[in-house]
């Protein structure tokens, strides 16, 4: 069973930095696509970014050229490095994993039926104005 702890949210001022660590375990089995959803209250839950086996990265438009997602050498940790952010990022924000072929990610990355995928139990984040 794999399990996700997330930490380092808090809150920043607009422009300002914060990273998000993710520490996974029982994932040693298996190709995993990583990645970090967010969710602000009354809207609906937004794929941030995903990084594939190969370390491939995909953002979302919104926060492409700000956010960076990595991983660390054993793979055990994941990091979402936050700048020069915006008070539209507040958000609690949600580490997540999904068993796929080769850890290749794709557009689908999310909870199906019969698929595998784990969530963290997520770290709030505010950035005000």
């Known amino acids: 069973q794999v399990q996700l702890v997330e930490s380092g949210g808090g809150s920043v001022q607009a422009g300002g930095s914060l990273t998000l660590s993710c520490a996974a375990s029982?994932?040693?089995?298996?190709?995993?696509?990583m990645g970090w959803f967010r969710q602000a209250p009354g809207k609906e839950r937004e794929r941030v970014a995903t990084i594939d086996d190969s370390r491939t990265a995909f953002y979302a438009k919104s926060v492409e050229g700000r956010f960076t997602i990595a991983k660390d050498s054993s793979g055990d940790t994941l990091f979402l490095h936050m700048n020069n952010m915006k008070p539209e990022d507040t958000a609690m924000y949600y580490c997540?994993?999904?068993?796929?072929?080769?850890?290749?990610?794709?557009?689908?990355?999310?909870?199906?039926?019969?698929?595998?995928?784990?969530w963290g139990q997520g770290t709030q984040v505010v950035v005000s104005s």
């Open positions: 029982g994932h040693k089995y298996g190709y995993y696509c």
């Open positions: 997540a994993a999904e068993r796929t072929l080769a850890g290749s990610c794709d557009s689908t990355f999310g909870p199906k039926p019969g698929g595998r995928f784990y």
